[in-house]
């Protein structure tokens, strides 16, 4: 069981940058698949990037394709998310999860959530 929490939240205009990042408390966290997911008010949870345990493969989901990339600092026990060209669709609670694979249909196994960090794309 990992412990993940999120940071980097916060209010940026359309077409900013933002980088959030995950960080575990525990070394096994270089095991694990981590997940990026987002919720917006009165929508459902919605993956949207994955890095794999090996840390060689990477998922986007289409609407951040191109925008978003995630990616790993083992050393640190982090994975990040750089968001650029950001919209106001974007705007949501993002979360990071622990998994044991990035292939979507297993997204609904995914735990040891973090609390969420908001991000809100505004002018």
């Known amino acids: 069981q990992l412990h993940l929490a999120e940071s980097g939240g916060g209010l940026v205009p359309p077409g900013g940058s933002l980088r959030l990042s995950c960080a575990a408390a525990?070394?096994?966290?270089?095991?694990?698949?981590i997940g990026w997911f987002r919720q917006a008010p009165g929508k459902e949870r919605e993956g949207i990037s994955c890095?794999?345990?090996?840390?060689?493969?990477?998922t986007y989901a289409d609407s951040v394709k191109g925008r978003f990339i995630i990616s790993s600092d083992n050393a640190k026990n982090t994975v990040y998310l750089q968001m650029n060209s950001l919209k106001p669709e974007d705007t949501a609670v993002y979360y990071c999860?622990?998994?044991?694979?990035?292939?979507?249909?297993?997204?609904?196994?995914?735990?040891?959530w973090g609390p969420g960090t908001q991000v809100t794309v505004s002018s």
């Open positions: 890095i794999s345990t090996n840390r060689a493969v990477t």
């Open positions: 999860a622990a998994g044991g694979t990035c292939r979507e249909e297993y997204y609904g196994l995914f735990g040891s």
């Open positions: 525990e070394d096994a966290f270089e095991h694990y698949a």
